[in-house]
């Protein structure tokens, strides 16, 4: 055989050999997710619909407090807000749960309180209280709310982020650098504790 047609099929043979290997390196490479239990679950199965084998291993987990007063304390001056911001769906759930039981008010509250989500999290809002959120950013992230904020007229508005209060674990910079952007950008912004953040273990 021709020299340079062995070099050709050695070459050639250490290739297929590579992506046969790399291929089988995927296959028993795994993805774990360990937001709380209802975002692992979301974040699994977008995993399974782009074939990446992903396993749901929540560290930390999330719930409501049934008797927040800072919930209360936001809702009884929840008309002094130009703008209410949901840091995530856990917030949008926690608004539900804490909206007054009495008709009147909690219809007046769903009808005039402006509402701002995070990019799905619109759909997932106007789903549950009926609101049309008065903001919809192109970047379905904090920042891309403070850039869309930052092409009205928002200086010296008020505006509330619900957002978790988080314990016993350090808290990622996302909610903490939101609240600065907002603050940087003119706004009077008050962080509402509207859930807890708590390690599972």
């Known amino acids: 055989m021709d020299i340079k047609l062995k070099l050709f099929a050695i070459g050639l043979l250490a290739v297929m050999c590579h ?17 709380p239990p209802a975002y692992s679950l ?10 990446v084998p992903a396993i749901g291993l929540p560290v930390i987990t999330t719930e409501i407090d049934s008797f927040s007063i800072d919930m209360k ?9 130009d703008f209410v911001i949901f840091s995530s769906r856990k917030a949008i759930d926690a608004f539900i749960y804490h909206l007054p039981t009495d008709t009147i008010r909690r219809m007046s509250i769903l009808r005039n309180t402006p509402c701002i989500a995070i990019g799905q999290d619109n759909d997932y ?3 549950k209280t009926g609101i049309i959120p008065c903001l919809f950013a192109s970047e379905a992230s904090p920042m891309g709310i403070v850039t869309a904020l930052k092409s009205r007229n928002i200086s010296g508005k008020k505006v509330a982020v619900l957002a978790p209060q988080v314990i016993d674990v350090e808290e990622p910079f996302v ?17 509402i504790n509207a859930y807890r953040t708590f390690p599972l273990y």
Do not use: C, H, W
């Not at 979301?42 to 074939?51: E, G």
């Not at 304390?73 to 008309?79: E, K, M, P, S, T």
């Open 19 to 35: 992506n046969l290997i790399s291929a089988q390196n995927r296959l028993e490479q795994k993805i774990f997710f360990t937001a």
């Open 42 to 51: 979301r974040f699994v199965d977008a995993a399974k619909q782009l074939d």
């Open 73 to 81: 304390a936001f809702f009884n001056r929840i008309q002094q807000y």
């Open 125 to 127: 809002l106007q789903e």
């Open 175 to 191: 909610v903490p650098q939101f609240v600065a952007a907002l603050k940087q950008a003119g706004m009077e912004t008050d962080r």
